[in-house]
């Protein structure tokens, strides 16, 4: 009989594909993303989008803000669900998730303190 370490209950951890973690930097990136449209637009406040240059005003509708956080999670979970299983807590899926969060993140900090000036 087979050890269940060597079963089907436990695969042994392959090494992703490089397009993988630059794909899933991209997919924490769109998480990242989603947060504060979503937020914001659940809360019922205005915020800015990529719309706004478009309708002329500096801030789109809590309506629009939720629509864009919402695909914003969209694209992230294909992503994620499609190219190259997640796994959160091994090195090389943590750090590139973790790294696309941390650019993201202080690239939104730069574009929204912009605005509250």
């Known amino acids: 009989m087979m050890p269940i370490s060597q079963g089907i209950l436990s695969q042994p951890e392959v090494p992703l594909p490089w397009i993988a973690y630059i ?3 991209i997919a924490a990136a769109f998480l990242t993303n ?3 449209h979503f937020v914001n637009g659940v809360s019922g406040r205005a915020f800015r989008t990529p719309f706004v ?3 002329g005003s500096k801030l789109s509708s809590p309506e629009v803000n939720v629509i864009w956080g919402w695909l914003n999670f969209l694209i992230a979970f294909l992503l994620f669900a499609n190219i ?3 796994y959160i807590g091994t090195p090389g ?3 590139f998730v973790a790294a696309g969060m ?3 993140g202080v690239i939104l900090a730069r574009i929204f303190s912009s605005d509250a000036r």
Do not use: A, E, W, Y
């Open 23 to 25: 794909v899933h930097f």
């Open 34 to 36: 989603g947060i504060p």
């Open 53 to 55: 240059r478009m309708s």
């Open 84 to 86: 190259g299983p997640l």
């Open 93 to 95: 899926d943590t750090i």
């Open 102 to 104: 941390l650019v993201m």
